[in-house]
């Protein structure tokens, strides 16, 4: 591969060699064609030119290489997986928990129950499918925490690792974490607007994150966890909250209370009409000389 590159200089035009073919330049052959010439007063005239010759290295790779490759791969996809999979002890963990579950569904009067098991990390989701899954959910999600929770006491008894349950029903988690969501994208946006803050209702620390995340996103608001369980809650705030003044109540038009004094410096009448007949001249002020007891002519 052949090209010719013009430069002010000959470097300049070798570096634009290198740069072109996507190499280093001691790894091309060059041929100086013109070399740029001095004239009066050292000033350079014309311009370098160079002929540039350059074969790209083709890489010929054996089929021992291939298969070598080809081994280490797969020797890595067998080790991750190896990672993935649960040792005996979490297997026989996750045995309990399901059966525990089932058990409690069984005392519960909930026939046809079936559980799926997604192996976490260091844990497993227990999706439970069932046609009476409101039994199973109850009150915003509160059975499912209660087998969640039970659930985790006994199989974690088995030893000190500690295996992580979640349980879901029917969709159940999806579902609310999309309500909370939209929750929490209202209440900020109302505090964002009035300066003034919210509390939402008590929650399990599960929503509280859920809540917590939404609020982040929004700019100008705020949130943090008060309380204690199980009646901690949620606090959205304002990062600009609204001036409360020592008068009992917010102030307006940007923190400034309205003067009512100042109608008068600008010349309006707040006289009322009272004041105005009260202050009309009356026949008895235009008598003079007239006591109360004066002397009465006919």
């Known amino acids: 591969m052949k090209q010719i590159f013009t430069a002010a200089t000959v470097d300049e035009a070798k570096n634009k060699a290198a740069v072109e073919f996507g190499t280093e330049v001691e790894k091309i052959t060059f041929t100086v064609l013109e070399e740029p010439k001095k004239g009066f007063f050292g000033k350079i005239k014309g311009e370098a030119k160079v002929e540039a010759e350059y074969e790209p290295e083709t890489k010929v790779e054996t089929v021992t290489e291939k298969t070598e490759a080809v081994e280490e791969k797969a020797e890595v996809q067998e080790e991750v997986k190896a990672e993935a999979e649960w040792s005996d002890t979490l297997q026989k963990k ?4 399901k059966e525990y579950i089932l058990n409690v569904i069984k005392a519960m009067g909930i026939e046809d129950t079936e559980i799926e098991v997604t192996k976490l990390e260091n844990g497993a989701l227990f999706e ?14 509160d059975i499912l925490d209660s087998l969640q929770y039970l659930a985790s006491l006994i199989c974690n008894r088995i030893d000190r690792e500690y295996f992580r349950i979640s349980t879901d029903c029917n969709g159940f988690r999806a579902r609310r974490k999309t309500q909370l969501e939209e929750l929490a994208r209202k209440i900020a946006n109302n505090v964002k607007r009035s300066g003034r803050s919210s509390a939402l209702e008590p929650m399990n620390p599960y929503e ?6 939404a609020v982040s996103e929004i700019e100008g608001v705020t949130s943090q966890s008060k309380g204690e369980e199980p009646w901690r809650k949620v606090i959205i705030s304002s990062t600009t909250p609204r001036k409360y ?51 009465i002519e006919f």
Not at 94 to 97: L, S
Not at 128 to 141: D, H
Not at 208 to 213: C, N, P
Not at 254 to 277: A, L, Q, W
């Open 128 to 141: 439970i499918k069932s046609e009476e899954f409101e039994k199973l959910i109850g009150k915003k999600g």
């Open 245 to 295: 003044d020592n008068r009992g109540g917010y102030k307006k038009n940007g923190g400034r209370r309205r003067n009512n004094n100042n109608r008068r410096s600008k010349g309006f009448d707040i006289t009322t009409s009272f004041e105005k007949d009260y202050k009309k001249p009356k026949p008895e002020d235009t008598m003079k000389d007239s006591g109360l007891y004066s002397k």
């Open 208 to 213: 509280r994150r859920i809540i917590h995340a």
């Open 94 to 97: 996750a045995d309990c928990a």
